[in-house]
Protein backbone atom coordinates (compact mmCIF):
# COMPACT_ATOMS: atom_id res chain seq x y z
CA UNK A 1 0.00 0.00 0.00
CA UNK A 2 0.79 3.59 -0.89
CA UNK A 3 1.12 5.95 2.28
CA UNK A 4 0.27 9.43 1.62
CA UNK A 5 1.96 11.69 4.62
CA UNK A 6 0.46 15.20 4.86
CA UNK A 7 2.33 17.84 7.23
CA UNK A 8 1.52 19.77 9.25
CA UNK A 9 -1.33 18.27 10.86
CA UNK A 10 -2.92 22.13 11.55
CA UNK A 11 -2.01 25.57 10.60
CA UNK A 12 -3.38 29.00 10.93
CA UNK A 13 -2.81 31.64 8.71
CA UNK A 14 -3.76 35.55 8.84
CA UNK A 15 -6.45 36.66 6.15
CA UNK A 16 -4.93 37.18 2.89
CA UNK A 17 -1.64 35.01 3.81
CA UNK A 18 -0.14 31.94 1.86
CA UNK A 19 -0.72 28.94 3.47
CA UNK A 20 1.15 25.57 2.16
CA UNK A 21 0.38 21.98 2.83
CA UNK A 22 2.85 19.15 2.22
CA UNK A 23 2.16 15.62 0.93
CA UNK A 24 5.01 13.19 0.71
CA UNK A 25 4.02 9.70 -0.79
CA UNK A 26 5.61 6.47 0.57
CA UNK A 27 6.61 5.54 -3.34
CA UNK A 28 6.33 7.35 -7.00
CA UNK A 29 2.62 8.15 -7.95
CA UNK A 30 4.23 9.07 -11.32
CA UNK A 31 2.69 6.72 -14.31
CA UNK A 32 5.78 6.92 -16.85
CA UNK A 33 4.21 6.31 -19.84
CA UNK A 34 1.45 9.30 -19.59
CA UNK A 35 3.88 11.15 -17.60
CA UNK A 36 0.81 11.85 -14.90
CA UNK A 37 1.13 12.22 -11.47
CA UNK A 38 -2.09 10.51 -10.03
CA UNK A 39 -2.30 12.43 -7.08
CA UNK A 40 -5.18 14.78 -6.12
CA UNK A 41 -6.34 17.30 -3.33
CA UNK A 42 -9.96 17.50 -1.83
CA UNK A 43 -11.68 20.41 0.70
CA UNK A 44 -14.05 19.19 3.14
CA UNK A 45 -15.37 21.44 5.28
CA UNK A 46 -17.57 20.66 8.66
CA UNK A 47 -20.79 18.64 8.00
CA UNK A 48 -19.87 18.77 3.43
CA UNK A 49 -18.98 15.74 1.78
CA UNK A 50 -14.83 16.46 0.45
CA UNK A 51 -14.69 18.24 -3.19
CA UNK A 52 -12.28 17.71 -5.71
CA UNK A 53 -9.97 20.85 -6.25
CA UNK A 54 -6.67 19.53 -7.51
CA UNK A 55 -6.15 16.25 -9.80
CA UNK A 56 -3.06 15.06 -11.50
CA UNK A 57 -1.12 16.83 -9.37
CA UNK A 58 -1.41 20.68 -10.37
CA UNK A 59 -4.77 20.34 -12.36
CA UNK A 60 -7.27 22.72 -11.13
CA UNK A 61 -10.75 21.67 -10.86
CA UNK A 62 -13.36 23.49 -12.83
CA UNK A 63 -14.49 26.68 -11.06
CA UNK A 64 -12.09 26.35 -8.15
CA UNK A 65 -10.45 30.25 -7.33
CA UNK A 66 -6.99 30.09 -8.73
CA UNK A 67 -5.39 30.91 -5.47
CA UNK A 68 -5.22 27.07 -5.03
CA UNK A 69 -2.47 25.56 -6.68
CA UNK A 70 -0.72 22.27 -6.68
CA UNK A 71 2.97 21.59 -7.57
CA UNK A 72 5.16 18.28 -6.98
CA UNK A 73 6.21 15.38 -8.71
CA UNK A 74 6.74 11.88 -8.14
CA UNK A 75 7.09 11.45 -4.17
CA UNK A 76 6.67 15.13 -2.99
CA UNK A 77 3.78 17.30 -3.43
CA UNK A 78 2.54 20.95 -2.14
CA UNK A 79 -0.95 22.79 -2.05
CA UNK A 80 -0.67 26.33 -1.99
CA UNK A 81 -3.46 28.75 -0.96
CA UNK A 82 -2.45 31.99 -2.26
CA UNK A 83 -4.41 34.37 0.06
CA UNK A 84 -6.13 32.63 2.48
CA UNK A 85 -10.18 33.51 2.71
CA UNK A 86 -12.38 32.70 5.17
CA UNK A 87 -14.50 30.59 3.09
CA UNK A 88 -10.84 28.46 2.98
CA UNK A 89 -11.40 27.17 6.28
CA UNK A 90 -11.80 23.35 6.33
CA UNK A 91 -9.85 20.38 6.65
CA UNK A 92 -7.31 19.49 3.25
CA UNK A 93 -6.66 16.21 1.91
CA UNK A 94 -4.10 14.52 -0.32
CA UNK A 95 -4.84 11.36 -2.30
CA UNK A 96 -2.52 8.85 -4.44
CA UNK A 97 -4.84 7.06 -7.09
CA UNK A 98 -1.76 5.85 -9.13
CA UNK A 99 -3.03 1.71 -7.91
CA UNK A 100 -5.54 0.13 -5.14
CA UNK A 101 -5.88 0.46 -2.18
CA UNK A 102 -6.43 4.22 -2.76
CA UNK A 103 -4.80 6.21 -0.20
CA UNK A 104 -5.34 9.50 1.72
CA UNK A 105 -3.50 11.33 4.09
CA UNK A 106 -4.12 12.16 7.33
CA UNK A 107 -5.60 15.53 6.68
CA UNK A 108 -4.78 19.21 7.86
CA UNK A 109 -6.76 21.46 8.93
CA UNK A 110 -6.37 25.24 8.06
CA UNK A 111 -7.86 27.83 10.18
CA UNK A 112 -7.58 31.99 10.54
CA UNK A 113 -5.31 33.13 12.62
CA UNK B 1 -24.36 17.30 -13.06
CA UNK B 2 -23.35 14.05 -11.41
CA UNK B 3 -25.39 13.44 -8.50
CA UNK B 4 -24.77 10.72 -5.89
CA UNK B 5 -27.39 9.94 -3.01
CA UNK B 6 -26.48 7.32 -0.28
CA UNK B 7 -29.07 5.31 1.66
CA UNK B 8 -29.39 2.61 4.33
CA UNK B 9 -27.63 3.72 6.65
CA UNK B 10 -28.94 3.29 10.77
CA UNK B 11 -27.82 1.17 13.99
CA UNK B 12 -26.29 -2.18 13.49
CA UNK B 13 -25.22 -4.33 16.56
CA UNK B 14 -21.76 -5.64 16.53
CA UNK B 15 -22.30 -9.29 14.11
CA UNK B 16 -24.61 -7.70 12.51
CA UNK B 17 -25.36 -6.57 8.67
CA UNK B 18 -26.66 -3.68 6.47
CA UNK B 19 -26.86 -3.02 3.28
CA UNK B 20 -25.70 0.46 1.37
CA UNK B 21 -27.28 1.89 -1.88
CA UNK B 22 -26.13 4.81 -4.14
CA UNK B 23 -28.26 5.83 -6.99
CA UNK B 24 -26.28 7.64 -9.31
CA UNK B 25 -27.43 10.36 -12.21
CA UNK B 26 -26.05 12.29 -14.78
CA UNK B 27 -22.86 10.27 -15.77
CA UNK B 28 -23.45 7.26 -17.89
CA UNK B 29 -23.05 5.03 -15.20
CA UNK B 30 -22.38 1.86 -16.98
CA UNK B 31 -18.80 3.16 -17.77
CA UNK B 32 -17.75 4.53 -14.27
CA UNK B 33 -16.06 3.38 -11.81
CA UNK B 34 -16.99 4.13 -8.35
CA UNK B 35 -15.98 3.23 -4.92
CA UNK B 36 -16.64 3.74 -0.93
CA UNK B 37 -14.99 6.25 0.88
CA UNK B 38 -15.75 6.64 4.77
CA UNK B 39 -14.91 8.58 7.52
CA UNK B 40 -14.80 7.56 11.49
CA UNK B 41 -16.55 10.52 13.72
CA UNK B 42 -13.64 13.04 13.85
CA UNK B 43 -11.48 11.08 12.15
CA UNK B 44 -10.15 11.40 8.30
CA UNK B 45 -11.08 9.75 5.01
CA UNK B 46 -10.31 6.10 4.40
CA UNK B 47 -10.84 4.33 0.99
CA UNK B 48 -13.43 1.43 1.26
CA UNK B 49 -13.24 -0.62 -1.74
CA UNK B 50 -14.57 0.05 -5.73
CA UNK B 51 -15.70 -1.63 -8.62
CA UNK B 52 -14.74 -1.34 -11.82
CA UNK B 53 -17.11 -0.83 -15.43
CA UNK B 54 -18.29 -4.00 -16.43
CA UNK B 55 -16.37 -3.24 -19.93
CA UNK B 56 -13.38 -3.30 -18.10
CA UNK B 57 -13.92 -6.26 -15.97
CA UNK B 58 -16.18 -5.67 -13.63
CA UNK B 59 -13.27 -6.44 -11.05
CA UNK B 60 -13.87 -4.90 -7.33
CA UNK B 61 -10.97 -4.11 -5.10
CA UNK B 62 -11.23 -3.79 -0.85
CA UNK B 63 -9.54 -2.14 1.90
CA UNK B 64 -7.07 -4.63 4.05
CA UNK B 65 -9.76 -3.78 7.39
CA UNK B 66 -12.80 -4.59 5.07
CA UNK B 67 -11.91 -7.45 2.55
CA UNK B 68 -14.00 -10.76 3.42
CA UNK B 69 -16.80 -8.82 5.28
CA UNK B 70 -17.99 -6.29 2.52
CA UNK B 71 -18.52 -7.22 -0.58
CA UNK B 72 -19.30 -4.28 -3.56
CA UNK B 73 -21.98 -4.57 -6.79
CA UNK B 74 -23.69 -2.75 -9.31
CA UNK B 75 -26.43 -2.69 -11.24
CA UNK B 76 -26.04 -0.84 -14.48
CA UNK B 77 -29.72 -0.87 -15.16
CA UNK B 78 -30.79 0.75 -12.48
CA UNK B 79 -27.71 3.41 -12.04
CA UNK B 80 -27.37 1.94 -8.57
CA UNK B 81 -24.04 0.40 -7.08
CA UNK B 82 -24.46 -1.31 -3.28
CA UNK B 83 -22.17 -1.73 -0.22
CA UNK B 84 -22.88 -5.24 1.69
CA UNK B 85 -21.36 -4.94 5.00
CA UNK B 86 -21.09 -8.46 6.85
CA UNK B 87 -19.86 -9.08 10.39
CA UNK B 88 -19.99 -5.33 11.11
CA UNK B 89 -17.82 -4.32 13.87
CA UNK B 90 -17.86 -0.63 16.08
CA UNK B 91 -14.90 0.29 14.14
CA UNK B 92 -16.78 0.17 11.09
CA UNK B 93 -19.11 2.71 12.06
CA UNK B 94 -18.91 6.18 10.21
CA UNK B 95 -20.33 7.97 7.38
CA UNK B 96 -20.30 5.83 3.87
CA UNK B 97 -19.63 8.55 0.95
CA UNK B 98 -20.46 7.16 -2.73
CA UNK B 99 -18.01 8.84 -5.35
CA UNK B 100 -17.09 8.03 -9.14
CA UNK B 101 -14.23 9.16 -11.40
CA UNK B 102 -14.87 10.30 -14.70
CA UNK B 103 -11.42 10.57 -15.50
CA UNK B 104 -9.95 13.48 -13.60
CA UNK B 105 -9.08 11.62 -10.20
CA UNK B 106 -10.67 8.20 -9.57
CA UNK B 107 -12.94 10.65 -6.93
CA UNK B 108 -14.24 13.17 -8.42
CA UNK B 109 -18.16 13.59 -7.24
CA UNK B 110 -19.40 12.30 -3.87
CA UNK B 111 -22.55 11.86 -2.59
CA UNK B 112 -23.37 13.36 0.62
CA UNK B 113 -22.61 9.94 2.81
CA UNK B 114 -25.06 7.72 4.72
CA UNK B 115 -24.44 7.23 8.59
CA UNK B 116 -23.37 3.89 9.89
CA UNK B 117 -23.70 3.35 13.54
CA UNK B 118 -22.41 -0.36 14.89
CA UNK B 119 -22.94 -0.46 18.61
CA UNK B 120 -24.64 -2.74 21.21
Known amino acids: DIVMTQSPDSLSVSLGGRATINCKSG????????????LAWYQQKPGQPPKLLIY???TRESGVPDRFSGSGSGTDFTLTISSLQAEDVAVYYC?????????FGGGTKVEIK | EVQLVESGGGLVKPGGCLRL?????????????MSWVRQAPGKGLEWVGR??????????DYAAPVKGRFTISRDDLKNMMYLQMNSLKTEDTGVYYC???????????WGRGTLVTVSS
Open chain 1, 56 to 58: WAS
Open chain 1, 95 to 103: QQYYSAPLT
Open chain 2, 99 to 109: ATGTGRSDLDD
Open chain 2, 21 to 33: SCAASGLTFSNAW
Open chain 1, 27 to 38: QSVLFNSNNKNY
Open chain 2, 51 to 60: IKSKTEGGTM
